[in-house]
């Protein structure tokens, strides 16, 4: 079961015993005993919101297509 949250921070996570029990959002609260962290460049920071070194740092990325489409537009895209 994954539970995907867009538009939705990560803030933290709670433990009980040294066990992963939720991650805490901006939308609240996701009972939880894994938790897979996508920060991108800003996986470095998560990280340090739960107290682990991640050696995680930023690349810049290009997007080429062959044709317009409304979904890659430069407003669009975080890259």
Same mark, same amino acid.
């Given at each position: 079961?994954?539970?995907? /949250?867009?538009?939705? &921070?990560?803030? @933290?996570?709670? #433990?009980?015993?040294?066990? $992963?029990?939720?991650?805490l #959002? #901006? &939308? *609240?609260?996701? /009972?939880? +005993?894994?938790?897979?962290?996508? *920060? *991108? =460049?800003? $996986?470095?920071?998560? @990280?340090?919101?739960? @107290? /682990?070194?991640? =050696?995680?740092? @930023? ?5 080429? #297509?062959? &044709? /317009?489409h409304? +979904? $890659? *537009?430069? +407003?669009? $895209? =975080?890259?």
């Open positions: 079961h994954v539970h995907v /949250a867009e538009r939705t &921070a990560f803030t @933290g996570i709670r #433990t009980r015993g040294g066990a $992963l029990r939720e991650v #959002t #901006t &939308a *609240g609260r996701v /009972a939880t +005993d894994r938790l897979v962290l996508t *920060g *991108g =460049p800003s $996986l470095r920071e998560l @990280g340090r919101l739960i @107290g /682990a070194r991640i =050696p995680s740092d @930023g690349v810049r990325h290009q997007v080429v #297509t062959t &044709a /317009a409304p +979904d $890659l *537009g430069a +407003d669009q $895209l =975080p890259m």
